[in-house]
């Protein structure tokens, strides 16, 4: 079945900083979102993003379907963007999660 | 637009016993899927449901079934709990005819005992 990795799997910055996640899939899918999963459980869409490019305040992310990988940036890191970061695929019906990238924005 | 809705929020079963899980779709949205989030781990896809019939099943056994009704809210029933069935349940739906992205409940935390 399809293979999802994200990196890295943990990153610990300052406050200010900026970030690239990465998502590598290992087959053509349909459909690619990315998430942040709060302490409570809960995740919250970030992108819808098959492919190119989209932005959204100091978050954007681009999916280079050909190529089989998309980048999640978060820009000027504020400590309420700490928690993990996931990448998800749907293809035939079946969504796969990566294992996640767990970020620490420290004041 | 109410969001999707789950229910109870924590539960605690012991070995053995079977629970039923419950998830009310985000209004408009004809499609569910359910997965189980083991700590430290991404969520792992169970199964989805559409027009009440399961399209599309992950890795898990039959003890793991599930049902979507006409109104398309759904449940996930699962039988002879093990412990490892120690997990966050997330629910999440989508409208097919409009697009892929899906929207996610506050997730269920089972623990069994």
């Known amino acids: 079945g399809i293979q999802v990795e994200q990196s890295p799997p943990d990153l610990i910055l300052q406050e200010g900083a900026n970030s690239t996640l990465r998502c590598n899939f290992s087959d053509s899918v349909n459909n690619l979102q990315w998430f942040h999963q709060n302490p409570w459980g809960q995740l919250i869409n970030l992108f819808y993003i098959p492919s190119g490019t989209k932005q959204n305040g100091r978050l954007s992310a681009t999916t280079v379907a050909t190529e089989r990988y998309s980048l999640l940036y978060i820009s000027s890191s504020q400590t309420t963007d700490s928690g993990v970061y996931f990448c998800a695929v749907d293809r035939d019906d079946k969504i796969i999660f990566g294992k996640g990238t767990r970020l620490h924005i420290l004041p | 637009e109410t969001g999707v809705t789950q229910s109870p929020t924590h539960l605690i079963k012991t070995r053995g016993q079977q629970v039923t899980l419950r998830c009310s779709s985000q209004s408009g949205h004809n499609t569910v899927s359910w997965y189980q989030q083991a700590l430290g781990q991404g969520p792992q896809f169970i199964f989805q449901?559409?027009?009440?019939?399961?399209?599309g099943r992950g890795n898990f056994p039959p003890r793991f079934s599930g049902l979507q009704f006409p109104n398309y809210s759904s449940e996930l029933n699962v039988n002879a709990l093990e412990l490892d069935d120690s997990a966050l349940y997330l629910c999440?739906?989508?409208?097919?005819?409009?697009?892929?992205?899906?929207?996610f409940g506050p997730g269920t935390r089972l623990t069994v005992t």
């Open positions: 449901y559409y027009r009440e019939e399961e399209n």
């Open positions: 999440a739906s989508r409208n097919s005819g409009k697009s892929y992205e899906q929207y």
